[in-house]
């Protein structure tokens, strides 16, 4: 089987992306109970189009088209969160002299989890973030995706409590790495 192509997200991809988020959500965050995961999709676990606009985020693409994982960084402040979750949302632009790149919104269709598509776009986000002159990274990650980033070097900072609309929370590890060099690519 072919290797998925990497690519820029496209608005046009958007309806894709909700799907392949949901897939992901549904299929790999068992972490999380089932009202969790659906109180999530409905408000943090949504696309954020801002990254798209700055051209930050990427996708892999199969080469049937359909889309096996999505993923991307911000030189924004806002740490986690999609268009529908207001509570945490800060597009100020973060100082790469002094700030962290924020490493943003990963999610793996169920289908080609444990294939090395986290660790793909892991390290494009790392590269472009580095070429921008960050030389730190930070994230929210989710419980599922704490052992893909220890992997890569980040280590844990604090635990958050995200409230959701229907009234549960739920738990995001506050991440970060310091970019020694710029990142390999594979």
Known sequence: MREPTLRMATSADLD???????M??????????EGQREQALASVFTPDTQLIAD??????EA?????????GWSWRRTLYGGDHHHASRDDARLNAETDAAKIRAFFVHPQWGRRGLGTRLLQACERA?????FRRCEMGATLSGVPLYERHGYRRVAEILVDLPGGERLPVVRMEKVLARAPAMR
């Open 63 to 71: 080469p049937d088209g359909a889309l096996t994982a999505c993923g």
């Open 55 to 60: 051209g930050t985020y990427y996708i892999l």
């Open 24 to 33: 992901s959500v549904r299929g790999l965050q068992h972490e999380y109970s």
């Open 16 to 22: 894709a992306i909700r799907c392949l988020i949901a």
């Open 129 to 133: 973030a580095w070429d921008a002159g």
